[in-house]
């Protein structure tokens, strides 16, 4: 079975440009979480949908923003791109969103802000 | 507020050396505790977790027990190998959504 895919795997935008990331979660999982991983940092919680409907958000600015379709795939949303949002953007999924199940990272996508 | 404090590293051994890496958390409850290893240029994977007091989580050779009187969860494993040098990241999942990852410590085994 095919794992959690992102794309694309690198990118690169200028500041104040917007930008999206697309995730495919694993077949079956029907809960997408996102994670924003700065070089040398762990990652860090940025939202979670589950069937659709947003589940959590972490401390981000209103600038970050996301959706899940009805196949459960998943889009990260940045607008007015800085430079410090430059990272490791990591989504997982897991199989349940209201229970305690571990969650599968995908490879991450590598966006460069200059 | 919820937080993971983890060993900084890098942590360097040599191969068969005994590992230990720390980690405290501080959370109200009880959450279910993680480890997750990120190999060079992958994606971080599930190493192992417990999800109560005195669970043990094991695999690959390494163990962690979830100790609430300390409200720690330290990983171990008795003989390193080359192939075990990666980034691992102790980790919390409080409110069934919010994961909280600790800044990572690097391994490097050296043969």
């Known amino acids: 079975d095919a794992g959690v895919t992102q794309s694309p795997t690198h990118l690169i935008k200028t500041r104040g440009q917007q930008v999206t990331l697309r995730c495919s979660p694993i077949s079956g999982h029907k809960s997408v979480s996102w994670y924003q991983q700065v070089l040398g940092q762990g990652p860090q919680f940025i939202f979670q949908?589950?069937?659709?409907?947003?589940?959590g958000r972490g401390n981000f600015p209103d600038r970050f923003s996301a959706r899940q379709f009805p196949n459960y795939s998943s889009e990260l949303n940045v607008n007015a791109l800085l430079l410090g949002d430059s990272a490791l953007y990591l989504c997982?999924?897991?199989?349940?969103?209201?229970?305690?199940?571990?969650?599968?990272f995908g490879p991450g996508t590598r966006l460069t802000v200059t | 507020g919820n937080s993971v404090t983890q060993m900084e590293g890098p942590v360097t051994l040599s191969e068969e050396a005994f590992l230990t890496i720390n980690c405290t958390y501080t959370a109200t409850g009880y959450p279910s505790l993680f480890w997750y290893v990120q190999y060079p240029g992958e994606g971080l994977q599930l190493l192992l977790k417990a999800t109560k007091a005195d669970d043990k989580g094991s695999n690959k050779g390494f163990e962690a027990t979830y100790r609430k009187e300390t409200t720690s969860f330290h990983l171990e494993k008795g003989s390193v190998q080359v192939s075990d040098s990666a980034v691992y990241f102790c980790a919390f999942q409080y409110n069934n959504n919010d994961m909280r990852f600790g800044a990572g410590t690097r391994l490097t085994v050296k043969p």
């Open positions: 949908y589950y069937e659709k409907e947003e589940r």
């Open positions: 997982a999924s897991s199989l349940e969103g209201a229970e305690v199940y571990e969650q599968y």
